[in-house]
C-alpha cells in the first residue's frame, strides 16, 4: 500500500468516526427529548446541578466619621442663590442620631428660604434650614434633625435655595 492510499484510509477512517459520533449523539440527544414532558424543561438537561448561589447583601463602604465639608460650584449662568460651602456634621449618623447641616450661600437678592432633601434607603425626606447669618452678599443657614433612616445603599443630599424670583439646587451624592 502506498503512502497516498494510507493517508486516505486514514482520513476516510476519521471521516467514518465523527460521522458515527454525530448520529450517535443525535439519536441520544433525541431520546432525551422525548422523555422530556415539557419542552422548556430541556435547558434543565444542560443546567448545572448546582443551585443558584444566593447573592450576599452589599457591604457598605466605610463613610468618613465627624465633621464633613464640601466645596459646590456650579456653572457661571446659574441662576437663584449660589450654595458654595455644604458641612454635614456628623457624616455618617446613626439612626436615632442628630445631624447638622450648614450652607454658606452667596447671593445678589435676599434669600428666602433653604431646605436640604436628604436621599437615603427608604426614601427622601425634607428639611428646612434656618438662617443663621450675612455679611456682604453670603448668608449662612443650618438645620439639625434626629436621622430617621439608614444611608447603606443611598445617601444623596439636595441643597435647595430660593430667592424671591429663583430657586437653585446641587444635588451632592455622598453614596
Known amino acids: 500500500m502506498t503512502t497516498r492510499e494510507k493517508i486516505f484510509l ?21 431520546k432525551m427529548v422525548a422523555q422530556l414532558k415539557n419542552p422548556q424543561d430541556i435547558g434543565l438537561m444542560f443546567s448545572s446541578s448546582r443551585p443558584t448561589p444566593t447573592p450576599f447583601p ?12 464640601y466645596s459646590v460650584s456650579r456653572g457661571e449662568n446659574s441662576k437663584g442663590p449660589d450654595p458654595r460651602e455644604v458641612t454635614v456634621d456628623p457624616f ?3 439612626k436615632g442620631e442628630k445631624q447638622t447641616f450648614t450652607v454658606q450661600l452667596n447671593h445678589t437678592k435676599p434669600v ?9 434607603d427608604h426614601g427622601e ?7 443663621q447669618s450675612k455679611s456682604d452678599t453670603n448668608e449662612v443657614w443650618a438645620g439639625t ?29 455622598f453614596r
Open 125 to 131: 425626606k425634607t428639611y428646612p434650614l434656618n438662617f
Open 58 to 69: 452589599p457591604v457598605p463602604e466605610p463613610l468618613p466619621q465627624g465633621k464633613q465639608v
Open 10 to 30: 486514514g482520513m476516510f477512517i476519521v471521516l467514518l468516526a465523527v460521522l458515527f459520533f454525530v448520529v450517535f449523539k443525535r439519536q441520544e440527544l433525541k
Open 112 to 120: 428666602t428660604t433653604v431646605s436640604i432633601i436628604l436621599k437615603t
Open 145 to 173: 434633625w434626629t436621622t430617621n433612616d439608614t444611608h447603606d445603599i443611598l445617601y444623596h443630599a439636595i441643597v435647595q435655595a430660593k430667592d424671591d424670583t429663583d430657586t437653585s439646587s446641587v444635588e451632592l451624592s
Open 92 to 94: 455618617d449618623p446613626k
